[in-house]
T-cell receptor
Framework: LAKTTQPISMDSYEGQEVNITCSHNNIATNDYITWYQQFPSQGPRFIIQGYKTKVTNEVASLFIPADRKSSTLSLPRVSLSDTAVYYCLVGAYGGATNKLIFGTGTLLAVQP | EPEVTQTPSHQVTQMGQEVILRCVPISNHLYFYWYRQILGQKVEFLVSFYNNEISEKSEIFDDQFSVERPDGSNFTLKIRSTKLEDSAMYFC???????????FGDGTRLSIL
């Protein structure tokens, strides 16, 4: 499974767009990219998943460049309730394993 | 939106006692998982379960741990003889397909005294 690297923490203010970038230099052809969000004392919650280019849903966008060695989670107009830890994970389609390997994530702190 | 539910939310147990953590996965999901998170640390994979058998387990999941799907709705994690270092949040997750996103419950906080 490809190793991921993301900032330990980020600060933002309410109403701003936040972009969290994750590096995955050793991503393999079959790997996809998934982002989860975790609030204190809660389980991780799926945000978005993609393989290449851009994916958008009702809460976020995921930008993946052509070389797929990085990805950027974009949260439009964050609010205080978006303060959480955000995890970037890489997993394989059709792989032998479906376990999720979590890193330390990015702690996003949104201030008023 | 359907969700994974876990009970109890908090379990306090004496060291050496057996504990069973319970989970009700999303009803049409076929793949089930347990993870744990020691306070202040990463979420760690314990075990995955499909078609009534373990498909993968981590080094953490030793002989003291077992999983079971006793009926069509519950998925349980048993720790036979708890140790102090088993104190953690335990999360159950499920997915319809291994490539689909896993949906997590809000966990059981296990405190071993």
């Amino acid at each position: 499974l490809a190793k991921t690297t993301q900032p330990i923490s980020m600060d933002s203010y309410e109403g701003q767009e936040v972009n969290i970038t994750c590096s995955h230099n050793n991503i393999a052809t079959n790997d996809y990219i998934t982002w989860y969000q975790q609030f204190p004392s809660q389980g991780p919650r799926f945000i978005i998943q993609g393989y290449k280019t851009k994916v958008t849903n009702e809460v976020a966008s995921l930008f993946i460049p052509a070389d797929r060695k990085s990805s950027t989670l974009s949260l439009p107009r964050v609010s205080l309730s978006d303060t959480a830890v955000y995890y970037c994970l890489v997993g394989a389609y059709g792989g032998a394993t479906n376990k999720l390997i979590f890193g330390t994530g990015t702690l996003l702190a949104v201030q008023p | 939106e359907p969700e994974v539910t876990q009970t109890p939310s908090h379990q306090v147990t004496q060291m050496g006692q057996e504990v069973i953590l319970r989970c009700v996965p999303i009803s049409n999901h076929l793949y089930f998982y347990w993870y744990r998170q020691i306070l202040g640390q990463k979420v760690e994979f314990l075990v995955s379960f499909y078609n009534n058998e373990i498909s993968e387990k981590s080094e953490i999941f030793d002989d003291q741990f077992s999983v079971e799907r006793p009926d069509g709705s519950n998925f349980t994690l048993k720790i036979r003889s708890t140790k102090l270092e088993d104190s953690a949040m335990y999360f159950c997750a499920s997915s319809f397909h291994p490539e689909e996103p896993q949906h997590f419950g809000d966990g059981t906080r296990l405190s071993i005294l």
